[in-house]
């Protein structure tokens, strides 16, 4: 079955620097979701991406957040200059529409420090 | 926009009794309504959706109800077994690609 997978597993960095987390969806599937979870808490939405661009965004996703797709088959999530709030797991998920099931990646545990 | 609420926060249940999760959401809007089960340090996994043109989906010991008019959707988990124990998430999605999510159930299966 295919699968969603995100680099890194664990992502630890100064407050102030610049993190890309990444994606790789599913080949055939067009809509690109991002997503944090702060630790204990519910899963929240930051932004959708379709057809190489944001078609939604949260107000979570604020300008220190961007999402790009740099090549065919990556998608990444950019924060500018981190927070200590920032600290998550963040999860990228891919569904072939958007009312279809959410294949949810592993996550990239983001640690601010 | 949607705030969709999610109860109970935790719910324990001997193994082979039923465990129900209730959601509601606000935007009549909503129109697909997907259950994730989260077991610790893992990604979510979808366990069961309905659209909002249905009124019950089951898939074995998994039910899910919707009640547009009230504007909730409830989770029913029948013969629950220890495996069942995670975290449940349920989550509304409106018109367009935005998906709410509750804030999650824990729910814990004794043996």
């Known amino acids: 079955e295919p699968e969603v997978t995100q680099t890194p597993s664990h992502q630890v960095t100064q407050m102030g620097q610049e993190v890309i987390l990444r994606c790789v969806p599913i080949?055939?599937?067009?809509?690109f979701y991002w997503y944090r979870q702060i630790l204990g808490q519910k899963v929240e939405f930051l932004v959708s991406?379709?057809?190489?661009?944001?078609?939604?965004k949260s107000e979570i996703f604020d300008d220190q957040f961007s999402v790009e797709r740099p090549d065919g088959s990556n998608f990444t999530l950019k924060i500018r200059s981190t927070k200590l709030e920032d600290s998550a797991m963040y999860f990228c998920?891919?569904?072939?529409?958007?009312?279809?099931?959410?294949?949810f990646g592993p996550g990239t545990r983001l640690t601010v420090l | 926009g949607e705030n969709v609420e999610q109860h109970p926060s935790t719910l324990s249940v001997q193994e082979g009794d039923s465990a129900v999760i209730k959601c509601t959401y606000s935007?009549?809007?909503?129109?697909?309504f997907p259950w994730y089960k989260q077991e610790l340090g893992k990604r979510p996994q979808l366990i069961i959706d309905i659209r909002s043109n249905v009124g019950e989906k089951k898939d074995q010991r998994i039910a899910v109800t919707l009640n547009k008019t009230a504007k909730h959707f409830s989770l029913h988990i029948t013969e629950t077994q220890p495996e069942d124990s995670a975290v449940y998430f349920c989550?509304?999605?409106?018109?367009?690609?935005?998906?709410?999510f509750g804030t999650g159930t824990s729910l814990t299966v004794i043996p």
């Open positions: 935007d009549s809007a909503s129109n697909y």
């Open positions: 989550a509304a999605k409106v018109t367009g690609n935005q998906f709410y």
């Open positions: 991406f379709y057809n190489n661009e944001i078609s939604e």
């Open positions: 998920a891919t569904p072939l529409t958007p009312n279809n099931e959410q294949f």
């Open positions: 080949s055939n599937h067009l809509y």
